[in-house]
Structure formats: C-alpha cells, structure tokens
C-alpha cells in the first residue's frame, strides 16, 4: 500500500512588479528581529525578493545579541551589512511583514501583508533567540515557496 500524496496547503501569492517583489519586514524599533528577518533573507532568498527592514522608531544599534548569534550561524555581521531605518527611508513594499509587536502598526501600502506574531527575545537566553532565529528562517522559506 503506497501513502497519500499530501499536497501542500501553501497559497501562492501573486504581485504585480516589473522586478523582484520587495518585502518589508517591520517592528517597533528595527533592532532585533526586523533585523535578522533581513539578514536572513538577504542570504537566502535574494534571488527571489529584495528584502528591506525598518521600524516606526529606531535605535542607535542593533541588538548585540542578534549581531553575535547571527554572525555565529549564518557569518554574517549585521553591523557592517545593515543599520536602523525608518519605514520612510525603505522603498515601498509590495510585501508588508509584520514581527507581532503587540502594536498596531501604522498603515503601510502593499500588495500583500502577514504578521508573524514572533515574541521579542530581547533580554532572554541564547536558546529564545534562536528559536526566534528558526522560526523567522522557516517563515522566511515559507515566503519563498509562497512566491515561486
């Protein structure tokens, strides 16, 4: 007896552009997990969409623990590669993702939104943050097939 072929019960997104869709990962401050939403996708996903982060207040620094941790498992330096914006210094995002802030956002224009409802790891253990750290890598592929 052979298994069910299960289909997979992610829906394609479809977005008008004349590039590479442009994907805007937003929270309060653009410090953590904006942050390394970016880093992430930027090293993963660049051939599929351009990714931008930015915050509705910035920070003077990203938060040492998510430079080091990235750094650590992916070889990234956020310090050298990214810094702290404003969601008026990003392009206009044909994808609006939300890190779950517990805020309202303000309203941004785009083709397509989702809030990921991830919890600041700010302050907590190594372990939190890379859990934060997987979750926002798995949604990040999820992402990519979504828009294949």
Known sequence: MTAPIV??????????????PKVAFVCVHNSCRSQIAEAVSKLIANDIFESYSAGTEIKANINPDAVRLIKQKYGVNMEETQYSKLIKDIPEPDILITMGCNVVCPYISSQYSEDWGLQDPTGKSDDEFLLVINKIENNIRDLMYKLQ
């Open 7 to 20: 289909e997979n019960n992610v829906n394609k997104i479809k977005i008008k552009t004349s590039n590479k």
